[in-house]
C-alpha cells in the first residue's frame, strides 16, 4: 500500500529493555525495534505511554535491533515515563522523519539539553569518516552537560568545548560565546545543531554571516507525527515530515519563526 | 469505452450543463479541470478537506502550490479548545483513526488568519466551523465570512466531541435549525459537512438543502475505534475516534451516490480519495468537486498536481472537453 499505511505507521507494543540514568533530569530507554533499529541520525519516533500520552522523541542510537532514545523530565508524559522501568509496556510508531547528511569534511556540532541525543548518534556515524570533528556543546550545569565523554571519545583530540551558565564545567557562558570564536578561527564544511530553538537561531544567525552550511534539527508540538494534522507547522514545513531536519536554506525561508515562535495546542501562535 | 462514456454524458445532461455553466466554459477558455460549485470557481475540482493541516496561511499555501483546487481550513468554533492528549491519530488497516477533539484557535484570533490567507492564496478558502448551538455556529460563520472566507464549511459531523459536530448533523430538524440559521446570518456560500454515521445519510441532505445549503461535503470520518491487545486498552485518549483514508472510500462513494439520486445541490466528495480513479469515481457518482485529506500523509501536497493530471489524461483519453461532463454519469440507466 502506499506511504502512509506501511507497517512503519502502525502503533506497535514493545517492552522497555533497559532504563539508563544520564543526568538528575534525563533518562535513556532502550526498546527492541527492528523497524526504528534502521533509523538514521535526526530521525524521531513516536513513543506511547499507555493512558497518558504519545510524544515525539529524537532517536539515540541503534544497534542491531535495538532502539535508544533520551528523555528529559518536562512535563507529564515525560515524568509518567521516567517511573517506568525495564519490562513495562510502551508503544512505539516510527522512524518519522527525515535524517542529517553525512558531511565527511570539517563538521561543528552544537548541542543543548536532550538536543544532544541525536547529535550523539550523528557522531558515531561521522567519527571514522569526517576530516575534523568538533563540539560545542551547553548546558545549564555540570551533570546536564549530556554525553559529554562519549562526544570526547568520538570527537578530534581537544575539539570538545563545554560551557555551563553556573560555571561548573568549561567556560561560564551560553554555548552561542565560544562558537563564535570558534567560528572565526576555523574554516568548517558544515555545522549541525540540535538543541532550544532559541539557540539554534543564534547558531543559524552566526553561521550565516560567515555563509557556513548548516543543518538543524527542530522540534515542535507534535500530535500526528505523519505530516496531516498541522500541530509542528514552520512556516510551510511540517517538521514531522519535511523535518525535523532543515537547512540553512530552509531555515532562511522560516526566519520570521525560527526562535521565536511556535503553534500551541489550539493552533494559536505562541512565543518561544 | 468512449463511445459508452459520451453517450452517458448525453443521457445525464441534466446533471452537468446549465446555461450559467456553458457560459463560463467559454469565459474560463480551454482548461478541462475548471468548475464552480454554489458560486466559487475552482481551477480544477480537488480540494483540501478539512481537519487536514490548515491552520496556517504558509500550510494553505502549501496545498494550494501543491495543485489543489481549493483549501478547507481547520474546523474553528466561537472559542479556542486544545483538543484531547495525545495519541489522537492511530493507523487501522488501510485507513487513519483520529480524534483529534477539534483544536483550534477560536475565531476572533483566526479572522487574522483568514484576513492574511485571503491576501495570498489564489484559490478560493473554505473555512469550516463548528458550533455547540445555531447561535455559536451563527456567530462563528458570520465572523469567518466577513474577515473574506470565500465559503464556510458546517461541521455537523465530527464523530469524537460531545454536543456538536454529528450530534448536530445526525438529526434532521437540529441540522435544519443550524443550516437556517447560518444561511440567514452569512451571505457566502453555505457548505454542510455530511456525516455518514446515520440511518439514511439522503435524509440528512435533503434536510440541509431545504434549510438553504449551497453544497453538500460527504463524507466526514465513520466512527471508529482501535484496541490495543497488549494493554487490553483503547489506543486513542478519546477511545473512539473516526476512520478515514482508504478503507472508508466505498462507503463515501456510495453516500455521494445515494445523495445525487435525490438531491440536485452540488456534492463535494470527500473519502479515501488516494488516485485520480478514485477522484473520478465520485465524480462520476454525482460529485462535483472532491476534497482530499489522508492521501496527504502518502504523497505530500503534490497529491493534489498528480490527481487532478490523472483526471485531465483521463478527459483526454474518453474525449471530453470539461470535468463537468462526468458529473454523474454514473446514475445513467
Redesign the interface.
Known sequence: ?????TVA???R?TRILSVKTESPTTKTFTFKDRLCAKAKPGQFLML?I??????PLSIMNVEGHRVSVSVKAVGDATRALHKMKSGE?V?L?GPFGNSFTENHGRILMVGGGTGNAPLLFLAKKLAAKAKRLALVIGAKTKSELLFLTQFDALCTKQSTIAATEDGSYGLKCLATEPLDKFLNKEKLDMVYACGPEPMIRQVFDLAEKRGIAMEASLERLM?????????C?I??Y?VC?DGPVFTAAQLREVKDELGISK??????RIPL | MVNSFKRSFISVKRHTITPSKAKEKTHLGSNPLSTSLAGLHLRNPTALAS??????T??L??IAEGGAGAVVT?SIGLT????Y???????A????I?A?GL????ID??VHEIRHAKTVLTVPLIVSVYGFSAEEYAKTAQKAAEAGADAVELNVSCPHVKETGSEIGQNPKTLATVVKKVKATVQKPVIVKLSPNVTDIVELAEAAVEAGADALTAINTVRAI?I????A?P?L?NKRGGLS??AVKPIALRCVYDISEKVKTPIIGCGGI?DWRDAVEFLLAGASAVQI????????PAVFKTINGGISACLKKKKLGSVKEIVGLSHRS
Open positions: 500500500m502506499s506511504a502512509s499505511l505507521n502502525t502503533l507494543v506511547w499507555p493512558r497518558v500520552d504519545e510524544i509496556i508503544g510508531r500530535r500526528c507525527g505523519i505530516g496531516l494534522c498541522g500541530s507547522v512556516g510551510k511540517r515530515r503553534l500551541g495546542f489550539d493552533g494559536n | 481537519g487536514i493541516l490548515g491552520y496556517s504558509a500550510s499555501q502549501s481547520k479556542s479548545r486544545i483538543g492528549p495525545n495519541p489522537t491519530v492511530v493507523q488497516k488501510y485507513g487513519l483520529n483529534m483544536p483550534n484557535p477560536g484570533e483566526y482501535a490495543d491487545v497488549e494493554t486498552q489506543v485518549s483514508g482508504p488516494t485529506g489522508t492521501a496527504i500523509a502518502l504523497k505530500d
